[in-house]
């Protein structure tokens, strides 16, 4: 069986309403490439109608549809895992189902791959976002590049193209949380981005919540960096010689002085914010043990319920068709 070209790997979860926009533009765009080509969606545990919309997708075009069936929710970058696993293109793009990155961009990143790149990450154009989650991206990713080293611009945007090795790289490894574009770029060795398109989301509302975001961020630091840990590590020593010399700055007062009532309320906010320092390194200790709790448990990542492919079926775009 003839391998395609390319893959592309989408995830979804609770898309109901977007996916019949995302089939009628999708295919288009992919027949227009001249390559063979597969499409492996992932439904990560819809509790709607998207299991279904995506078996009638694979019943009209299974020769070039596949679709993965997860029996439970288990996170978008476990559903990319698990496309990546299930993949055979010499190139794998990823693209969220939401349709704010248009399919029609994907010929963009194939031809940057063309110039010998073996990752390409994308930046949003005009991103069509809240002013508040846009700054609080940039914030996050200042953050992210100064602990990790890892460089991207835009790493909330999941269209993103890998090479055949990358993502054999990737599925080498059996870590239980990780952030798939990061861990990509730690294996490239001619990384770059291009600037795409970014519209409003079609239908439906987003699946990341505040909250989702802060425990994305909070893997992402903890998967590819241990320099939380030795800042805190530094912090307390800097701390610890404040205090000492704090102390003795009073005992020094109370010989000259003698004792004083008034400085009991300073007493009382330093010793809260050192409690606060101490809590806060205990959680972030907690975040690393965590990690290692998921890992030794061995657990499966992710269990499938059920696979839909044609196990002969490799698409061929219409210039193809006539090229042959």
């Given at each position: ?5 390319v ?47 995506l ?6 075009r ?43 961009e ?40 100064r ?85 805190f ?24 002085v ?8 300073t ?42 492919e044609h ?14």
């Amino acid at each position: 069986m003839a391998a395609p070209k390319v893959s592309v790997v989408i995830p979804v979860y609770n898309e109901e309403a977007v996916l019949p926009a995302l089939f009628a533009r999708l295919y288009p765009a992919l027949d227009a490439l001249a390559a063979t080509y597969e499409v492996i969606f992932v439904n990560d545990g819809s509790a709607d109608r998207s299991a279904a919309l995506l078996r009638e997708q694979f019943e009209l075009r299974p020769d070039a549809t596949r679709v993965i069936l997860f029996n439970g929710n288990f996170g978008q970058h476990l559903a990319i895992i698990a496309g990546f696993e299930a993949s055979r293109g010499e190139r794998v793009v990823t693209l969220d189902a939401d349709l704010q990155n248009p399919p029609e961009e994907i010929a963009k990143l194939l031809a940057k791959m063309d110039e010998g790149h073996d990752y390409v990450g994308t930046v949003r154009l005009e991103r069509q976002d809240t002013a508040f989650r846009r700054s609080a991206s940039r914030m996050m990713n200042a953050v992210r590049e100064r602990i990790t080293r890892i460089r991207m611009t835009d790493q909330g945007c999941m269209l993103r193209a890998y090479s055949r090795d990358i993502v054999d790289a990737i599925n080498s490894c059996r870590e239980v949380n990780t952030f798939v574009p990061a861990l990509a770029y730690t294996f490239a060795q001619r990384p770059t981005e291009i600037e795409v398109a970014h519209e409003e989301r079609a239908a439906g509302e987003s699946k990341y919540s505040l909250y989702s975001l802060v425990r994305l961020n909070f893997d992402l630091v903890t998967a590819f960096s241990v320099m939380p840990l030795q800042l805190f590590s530094l912090s307390g020593i800097a701390i610890a010689l404040l205090s000492l010399t704090f102390v003795i700055f009073l005992a020094i007062r109370r010989v000259a002085v003698g004792p004083e009532a008034e400085g009991l309320f300073t007493l009382f906010g330093i010793a809260f914010f050192l409690i606060g320092i101490t809590l806060f390194g205990i959680g972030l200790l907690g975040e690393y043990v965590g990690r290692i709790y998921e890992q030794v448990r061995q657990r499966p990542r992710y269990l499938v319920q059920a696979v839909l492919e044609h196990k002969d079926a490799v698409s061929e775009s219409p210039k193809q068709r006539q090229m042959s």
